[in-house]
């Protein structure tokens, strides 16, 4: 029975530490303001005020982090809007992909 | 995606609250992605969301049911592929403490555009007969009523039948919606004491099909804590081969059910593979 104990032991602090991270992410929310949730929202607004895009053709992908959270978002741009070079700052694209990405990593930690 | 398809809407429900309906729904969807199907578990319980900690996908939720519900998200923005089985995706429920955000419109559109892309929609109910229940119901075509062989658990399963029968789509169109009850926490050695409801209680009682047994087990609980369905986890545990069984079942094979017994009692507690 030790040696089962043992074994079970095994997977409690994997579930404190999600469940830490979790929790310390939606009791901020209660208090502050969605910050991916914000930054999410205007980034869309900022590029769709430059070229139109299909709202479909948007990915959105967040990733909650102890220290650090990331905010993914990919955006399909149409050719027909010529150099999509006025997008986005943070990463150049290759002349022939239609991608865009912005990856701002963000900092969520208690201010 | 594929637009040909035409998934069965599946849900599972209780009534009662912590039997095991989150672990279950978790357990059966993997099960039916590892075995090749297109699935996408919906957590209905809106403002207690856990399926999304129970797959281990928490910290990866954007857009929710209700965001979709209300236009502020597409679906398959709003869609979680998991990492783990690339057929299984997670449609979370929302933190907001408003169960009204879910309308019965909205519910019906999301069910219509899933159907088309996806072999089994899985819908986890949120425990009691309110609003969240009885929408997580009413498109199914099949129902897993989850329950413990003990009382409050089977008197409450038997209101939530009741309920399949007269709220659901299919009843309202005078057909029946399936119905398969899973027996969670069974603990044989309790029951071998005569201290639990047997098997046959609770089949007579019911009085419909019987759909799998799943053992008491603590690789559920470790599987849980770990955010990983039991059916992957530790898919040669007792449990775990259980809920494969259980989605053979699902999909209409005939497969023999055994009764977990424990005639060795501690013995088999020690080389617990043998419960089922």
Known sequence: ?111 | MNDKKSARVVVVTSGKGGVGKTTSTAALGAALAHQGEKVVVIDFDVGLRNLDLVLGAERRVVFDLINVIHGVAKLPQALIRDKRLENLYLLPASQTRDKDALTEDGVAKVIAELRSKFDWIVCDSPAGIERGATLAMRHADAAIIVTNPEVSSVRDSDRIIGLLDSKTEKAERGECVDKHLLITRYNPWRAARGEMLSIDDVLEILSIPLLGIIPESEDVLRASNVGSPVTLNSPLSAPARAYFEATRRLKGETIPIKIPSESRGIFNKLFGRKAA
């Open chain 1, 1 to 111: 029975m030790r040696l089962f104990n043992l074994f079970r032991r095994g997977s409690a602090p994997i579930a404190r530490e999600r469940l830490q991270i979790l929790l310390a992410h939606e009791r901020n929310a209660v208090h502050q303001p969605d910050l991916l949730g914000i930054l999410r929202e205007e980034i869309l607004e900022l590029i769709s005020r430059h070229v139109s895009f299909d709202p479909d053709k948007v990915q959105i992908k967040m990733d909650r982090g102890k220290s650090v959270s990331t905010l993914a978002v990919d955006i399909e741009i149409p050719n027909s809007h010529g150099a999509p070079v006025m997008v986005s700052q943070t990463a150049r694209p290759a002349p022939n992909r239609r991608r865009k990405r912005a990856v701002p990593e963000i900092d969520q930690r208690v201010a």
